[in-house]
């Protein structure tokens, strides 16, 4: 656009007393100020401003003209700022505390190596507010009466089965009367639902110790305190360590992890990590060997 410069002073000019504040402002000369403005005047061939001292004012037509660039810049200062949000996007995302640290912060480096995004993350369980709170999704396991009827995605279904490390294992698995179980307030009754269904109903009898916190749960069970009920996706990447077995194999728990999301047509990095998350979601399923186990007889 021809005279863009020029017109870009003026802006500046106009909401100045003098030409002096102007050139301030743009780190340019009170000259350099002036020979742009009367090369707008002569370009329009109408006066802009008019002297009255030291200071300037904006006649008629500037004070029209100014209404206009107000209404331009300010469009593009707003698409400038688009632009430099699409360069480096920001996910808000609220997730299962235990499911935070123990499956999604580790693998969130696979994802930020193909996408210049910032996801940031934050814990928590049960009903969420999407929107509002500057959440764009939350992941959660659907054990809970959900306050808004946000469209929900299944990511994968939920198993579970006893979890504990193998040198404790190989101190209880002649005498299972002497295992210690593991529970979290969180999931008051886990085992309870567990063994209803199993054989080794009696183990309710057995020592108990409780956490306030599932991921203590499970870290107490790695370290060989007890055992612990752990679903497939938190206890995983310890099976694959070797600092967990389950020697009782893993069932169905009749939940699925889900990902709320808002009523409305997803951004592109909304729906580039919804896909992500799928992908790494369908991964967090026992194998057959794993959920069979071996009914306790021996240490995998």
């Known amino acids: 656009m021809r005279h863009l410069r020029s017109f870009h002073i003026f802006h500046v000019a106009a909401s100045s007393a003098t030409y002096s504040e ?21 370009y329009l061939s109408q006066p802009l401003f008019y002297k009255r001292g030291r200071h300037v004012f904006l ?8 209404t206009y660039t107000e209404q331009a810049f300010q469009t593009l200062e707003s698409g400038v700022s688009k632009l430099l949000q ?12 235990t499911l935070t640290m123990r499956w999604l912060m580790p693998r969130l480096s696979g994802f930020n190596e193909g996408c210049d ?13 999407l929107g509002a709170t500057g959440l764009s999704m939350a992941i959660r396991r659907d054990d809970f009466e959900q306050l808004h009827n946000y469209p929900k995605l299944s990511l994968v279904e939920e198993w579970v089965g006893p979890v504990v490390s193998p040198e404790y294992w190989q101190q209880v698995q002649a005498n299972t009367g002497s295992i210690k179980l593991l529970h979290s307030q969180t999931r008051p009754r886990a085992w309870e639902q567990w063994l209803s ?12 110790q409780t956490f306030a916190h599932f991921y203590f749960c499970i870290q107490a069970a790695v370290d060989g305190l007890g055992a612990a009920l752990g679903p497939y996706p938190l206890i995983m990447d310890d099976l694959k360590r070797g600092n967990l077995i389950a020697p009782f194999g893993f069932v169905p728990s009749g939940h699925d992890y889900v990902l709320l999301h808002q009523d409305k047509a997803p951004a592109e990095l909304e729906q580039r990590f919804t896909r992500w998350l799928q992908a790494q979601m369908a991964q967090c399923v026992p194998t057959p060997a794993e959920a069979q186990g071996n009914d306790g007889k021996c240490c995998p």
């Not at 102007?22 to 002569?42: F, M, R, W, Y």
């Open 59 to 66: 006649t008629r037509e500037g004070e029209l003209l100014k």
């Open 197 to 208: 269904g199993h054989p080794l109903l009696s183990l309710m009898q057995n020592p108990q």
């Open 22 to 42: 102007a050139a301030d402002k743009l780190n340019i000369t009170h000259g350099a100020v002036s020979k742009q403005i009367k090369v707008l005047e002569h």
């Open 117 to 129: 995004a910032d996801i940031r993350l934050s814990t928590a369980g049960g009903p969420v507010t």
């Open 86 to 97: 699409q360069k480096h996007q920001c996910l808000e995302v609220s997730c299962e505390p």
